[in-house]
């Protein structure tokens, strides 16, 4: 079965405050995907990333850095220096290759104070 | 990059009328998803679509619900008679055969009063 575990729920950090947000991730698939979308107040999802279970090296977009571990089954994401904009829930996803269905976390919803 | 599209962005609907959100999946994707997410919550598996027929379907998805692709572009999703537990943010998706990458629409936002 398939599983994708955010066990923070809110999150509240200052401006300029580095924040990670946590995504722990179930499947017994050896293919398999790992994403983040942002949802902000607006309700759309915005994709982030997506990563295949081959590859571990982590990622860096400006802001934005992923730490993919296989060894224990996670996929984190660091904002670094936050900014208001930020505000939004984050989902972390997983799709593999058996089975049809994309499967979400809860979503971790997160606050920049100013 | 291609995209999914899906209209309307919005709509607002009296309880018991019927309704139809429509999506334009990729061209080359032979997959095709329905996703609702109600205000506040996860984003929750409805109904996948493959070779014209549905190929896994979730518990959300009764018999309120159906999926077709009239016309080879278009994918839709029709609820017969709503409700309003079904107000919420419905996504389409697809991907291609050789990738588990999901490629979502920017969602239809369906309100029940």
């Known amino acids: 079965a398939q599983k994708v575990t955010q066990a923070q729920t809110e999150i509240s950090v200052v401006e300029k405050e580095d924040v990670t947000l946590d995504c722990v991730y179930e499947?017994?698939?050896?293919?398999?995907?790992l994403f983040w979308y942002k949802q902000p107040p607006s309700g759309e999802l915005v994709f982030l990333i997506r990563?295949?279970?081959?590859?571990?090296q982590n990622e860096i977009s400006g802001r934005y850095s992923w730490n993919f571990q296989k060894s224990t089954s996670s996929f984190n994401f660091t904002i670094t220096a936050s900014q208001v904009v930020d505000s939004a829930v984050y989902f972390c996803?997983?799709?593999?290759?058996?089975?049809?269905?994309?499967?979400f976390g809860t979503g971790t919803s997160l606050t920049v104070i100013p | 990059e291609p995209e999914v599209t899906q209209t309307p962005s919005h709509q607002v609907t009296q309880m018991g009328q019927e309704v139809i959100l429509r999506c334009v999946p990729i061209?080359?994707?032979?997959?095709f998803y329905w996703y609702r997410q109600i205000l506040g919550q996860k984003v929750e598996f409805l109904v996948s679509?493959?070779?014209?027929?549905?190929?896994?379907k979730s518990e959300i998805f009764d018999d309120q619900f159906s999926v077709e692709r009239p016309d080879g572009s278009n994918f839709t999703l029709k609820i017969r008679s709503t409700k309003l537990e079904d107000s919420a943010m419905y996504f389409c998706?697809?991907?291609?055969?050789?990738?588990?990458?999901?490629?979502f629409g920017e969602g239809s936002r369906l309100t029940v009063l």
């Open positions: 998706a697809s991907r291609n055969r050789e990738s588990g990458e999901l490629f």
């Open positions: 996803a997983l799709s593999a290759n058996t089975g049809n269905q994309f499967y």
């Open positions: 061209s080359n994707h032979l997959y």
């Open positions: 679509f493959y070779n014209n027929e549905i190929s896994e």
């Open positions: 990563r295949n279970s081959f590859d571990e």
């Open positions: 499947t017994r698939d050896t293919t398999y995907y």
